[in-house]
């Protein structure tokens, strides 16, 4: 029998040494060690480990050390706990590289900011889902009901759009959720959101855009990227606490400008009425789209549902939203209501890229949309993250309350404004030295000025483990002060 996939293994086969005189607590010594194994490879994805008593007694300690180091763990990423059953390892994290720790690599932006980073007791990493929260038992129900029941026909190639049954449950959903003006032959399917801005690019640069405007700052390395090989030239779009600056809009002369105008990232800024009112004059003027990305729209807590910018101007328009932030990103799941004149183009663009998407992945969500399940679920996860923000909110007040926190109401981070004296890049490179990974702002902008400021994903971390890390960020503060 593999002693990793049961709950049989003695402490002692953990390798756990605790030194009682080093003046490290031994809830950290147990961490440290179980983190080191997991990452080393020792302790693979699903191994189980000893319960906290058994731990507790072959170590010497308390029960209460050992379920505080669990607890640490299972906030992090690397531990899985279900009630009534096993700990379990719950990520196999590579060794890390040499040099991978440094503080200047800290500071940089991650490649992929869908996991928890290596190295840190505390990642506010930004665009991370609590996929542990993921409603697999209704997911299920629907892959049986589609492996069931579903029409032989729905297992050939189809075209470029996606599965019938999916478009029509979006544009249902879509409509009634967030205003758009939604019909099931202008919806094609993408494996997430950088597929579909990759598609749309393509078109675009076939049919003779020469510029791409952004928002500054930024986080869209894909349209930034795919846009440069294509041959577009990228500009930066100003963005003032309500969004982007639409009075720089004609100065920019660009042919496409990519928006997030519900919950701009990373600033947290809404497009006014009258703000998106002259986004879509300034399109029509163009003939230009507007890629409006709906990215987390779905996360509020303090405001009313700010809508579509597409239901305003579907002609000109093009929504993109995905699964990612709702339910996992490995799911690889997008949409995209184009306008009519792009959809034939955009679809043979699919077409060529893949073939198209899985066709039981597309009528599995098809199914748990039509179920409410989706409903049901987002309604159980908003007050998750709303207990998880409001924690993050009530640690900078309390001990740091010189930071200015915004784009609070929706989504799943937050940026804090720095004070003039305090150097972002010098904040974020002292964080990462005390074991926090947090983010700035500067590396998102286009055009690189700026206040600084810090950006804190909270959707992951539990309360403790938020407040941990906002105390980690004093301490590293008054390091810069200090010095």
């Known amino acids: 029998m593999d002693r990793l996939g049961t709950n049989s293994r003695l402490a002692e086969d953990l390798l756990i040494e605790l030194d009682r005189d080093a003046g490290v607590s031994l809830h950290r010594q147990i961490e440290a060690s179980i983190r080191a194994s997991i990452r080393a490879g020792r302790l693979r994805a699903g191994a189980s480990l000893p319960p906290s008593r058994t731990l507790a007694a072959g170590l010497g300690v308390s029960r209460g050390v050992v379920v505080e180091a669990?607890?640490?763990?299972?906030?992090?990423?690397?531990?899985?706990?279900?009630?009534?059953?096993y700990t379990r390892v719950a990520a196999s994290m590579p060794p890390a590289a040499a040099g991978a720790g440094s503080a200047a690599s800290m500071?940089?932006?991650?490649?992929s900011s869908a996991g928890l980073r290596a190295?840190?007791?505390?990642?506010?990493?930004?665009?991370?889902?609590d996929v542990s929260q993921f409603p697999r038992a209704a997911w299920l129900r629907s892959v049986r009901t589609v492996l069931t029941t579903a029409p032989n026909d729905r297992f050939v190639y189809l075209d470029g759009r996606g599965v019938l049954e999916l478009r029509q449950a979006l544009c249902d959903y879509l409509n009634r959720v967030r205003g758009t003006l939604a019909v099931p032959g202008n919806v094609v399917?993408?494996?997430?959101?950088?597929?579909?801005?990759?598609l749309l690019i393509q078109v675009l640069a076939r049919r003779g855009a020469?510029?791409?405007?952004?928002?500054?700052?930024?986080?869209?390395?894909?349209?930034?990227?795919?846009?440069?090989?294509?041959?577009?030239?990228?500009?930066?779009?100003?963005?003032?606490?309500?969004?982007?600056?639409?009075?720089?809009?004609?100065v920019a002369d660009a042919d496409a400008l990519v928006l997030t105008p519900s919950h701009q990232w990373p600033t947290g800024g809404v497009l006014s009425a009258a703000a998106r009112a002259e986004v879509i004059r300034w399109a029509r003027r163009r003939?230009?789209?507007?890629?409006?990305?709906?990215?987390?729209?779905?996360?509020?807590?303090?405001?009313?549902?700010?809508?579509?910018?597409?239901?305003?101007?579907p002609d000109h328009v093009v929504y993109c939203g995905t699964a990612s932030?709702?339910?996992?990103?490995?799911?690889?799941?997008?949409?995209?209501?184009?306008?009519?004149?792009?959809?034939?183009?955009?679809?043979?663009?699919?077409?060529?890229?893949?073939?198209?998407?899985?066709?039981?992945?597309?009528?599995?969500?098809?199914?748990?949309?039509?179920?409410?399940?989706?409903?049901?679920?987002?309604?159980?996860?908003?007050?998750?993250?709303?207990?998880?923000?409001?924690?993050?909110?009530?640690?900078?007040?309390?001990?740091?309350?010189?930071?200015?926190?915004?784009?609070?109401?929706?989504?799943?981070?937050?940026?804090?404004?720095?004070?003039?004296?305090?150097?972002?890049?010098?904040?974020?490179?002292?964080?990462?030295?005390?074991?926090?990974?947090?983010?700035?702002?500067?590396?998102?902008?286009?055009a690189g000025a700026g206040p600084g400021g810090l950006i804190f994903g909270y959707a992951i971390l539990s309360e403790s483990a938020i407040a941990e890390g906002v105390a980690l960020l004093a301490t590293a503060i008054r390091e810069v002060r200090g010095s």
């Open 325 to 446: 932030k709702t339910l996992a990103p490995g799911l690889r799941l997008g949409w995209m209501v184009v306008p009519p004149r792009l959809v034939a183009d955009v679809a043979a663009a699919k077409l060529l890229a893949d073939r198209g998407s899985s066709v039981i992945d597309q009528l599995t969500f098809a199914d748990f949309l039509g179920r409410g399940e989706f409903d049901r679920h987002l309604r159980r996860m908003r007050p998750v993250y709303r207990r998880r923000r409001d924690a993050l909110l009530d640690a900078l007040r309390t001990r740091l309350p010189e930071l200015r926190p915004a784009g609070i109401a929706a989504g799943q981070h937050v940026v804090a404004w720095l004070p003039p004296d305090l150097d972002e890049a010098a904040v974020v490179e002292a964080a990462a030295r005390h074991g926090l990974g947090i983010q700035g702002v500067g590396p998102f902008r286009i």
């Open 210 to 250: 020469r510029r791409i405007a952004l928002e500054d700052p930024s986080s869209d390395d894909d349209a930034r990227v795919l846009a440069g090989a294509a041959g577009l030239e990228v500009v930066g779009i100003p963005v003032g606490p309500d969004g982007v600056r639409v009075d720089a809009l004609d």
């Open 189 to 198: 399917i993408c494996n997430g959101y950088g597929q579909g801005v990759s």
């Open 119 to 129: 190295g840190f007791r505390v990642d506010f990493g930004y665009g991370r889902t």
């Open 70 to 85: 669990y607890q640490q763990l299972v906030a992090e990423g690397y531990l899985a706990s279900r009630s009534g059953g």
């Open 287 to 313: 003939g230009a789209i507007v890629v409006e990305d709906d990215y987390d729209a779905e996360y509020r807590y303090d405001r009313s549902p700010v809508g579509a910018m597409q239901g305003l101007a």
């Open 107 to 111: 500071a940089q932006p991650a490649a």
